[in-house]
């Protein structure tokens, strides 16, 4: 497997497992962001982005629902069958 291989691999786990640990090895940590908050954006952009669609999907569902309600379900169940 090439180096840019593991790294995706690596990156695609991180975003789909929350209790997975921290792979700093392969984000920079600079002055500005540290490789811990990086990596925290990815992940909670990762579940936005899928809430978000599993709500335009499911307009109806949401509104029902409630935003708060909706997107706890939603990542409940992102959580229960990742990607």
């Given at each position: 497997?090439?180096?840019?291989?593991?790294?995706?691999?690596?990156?695609?786990?991180?975003?789909?497992?929350?209790?997975?640990?921290?792979?700093?090895?392969?984000?920079?940590?600079?002055?500005?962001?540290?490789?811990?908050?990086?990596?925290?954006?990815?992940?909670?952009?990762?579940?936005l982005r899928i809430v978000e669609a599993l709500g335009n999907a499911y307009g109806n569902v949401k509104k029902l629902l409630g935003d708060q309600f909706f997107s706890t379900t939603a990542r409940a169940y992102l959580k229960q069958y990742p990607s």
């Amino acid at each position: 497997m090439s180096q840019l291989a593991e790294l995706q691999q690596a990156f695609q786990a991180y975003l789909l497992d929350d209790n997975l640990k921290e792979k700093k090895d392969f984000i920079v940590n600079d002055a500005k962001v540290g490789a811990k908050k990086r990596l925290g954006i990815y992940h909670d952009a990762y579940r936005l982005r899928i809430v978000e669609a599993l709500g335009n999907a499911y307009g109806n569902v949401k509104k029902l629902l409630g935003d708060q309600f909706f997107s706890t379900t939603a990542r409940a169940y992102l959580k229960q069958y990742p990607s």
